[in-house]
Nanobody, 116 residues
Framework: VQLQASGGGLVQAGGSLRLSCAASGFSFDDYALGWFRQAPGKRREGIACISSAHGNLYYADSVKHRSTISIDNAANAVYLQMNSLKPEDTAVYYC??????????WGQGTLVTVSS
């Protein structure tokens, strides 16, 4: 399984970004795609997740009401629209895929920097 994340960059506080993650190299059709982030000196945290089969959603409180996760099952891609960005959103954002056996796969990460 390969995950390719993109869309990070430098943005001013209050701005928006759309992260994308393309998944490939698998054939199962029931999985969850999610986004994690890790800020300098902090633990990696899960911030949003969506299931491919049922569309179940999860948002961490830190991004709830400011972010929208969506999935394109045909393209095996997941997106994270983030609005009203804050300096504390600065982190490396990672795409994650978890299959029905709880096996997890990770992308390489994309850096988001929010300037004040």
């Amino acid at each position: 399984v390969q995950l390719q994340a993109s869309g990070g960059g430098l943005v001013q506080a209050g701005g928006s970004l759309r992260l994308s993650c393309a998944a490939s190299g698998f054939s199962f059709d029931d999985y969850a795609l999610g986004w994690f982030r890790q800020a300098p000196g902090k633990r990696r945290e899960g911030i949003a997740c969506i299931s491919s089969a049922h569309g179940n959603l999860y948002y961490a409180d830190s991004v709830k009401h400011r972010s929208t996760i969506s999935i394109d099952n045909a393209a095996n891609a997941v997106y994270l629209q983030m609005n009203s960005l804050k300096p504390e959103d600065t982190a490396v954002y990672y795409c994650n895929l978890e299959d029905v056996y709880s096996m997890e796969y990770w992308g390489q990460g994309t850096l988001v920097t929010v300037s004040s």
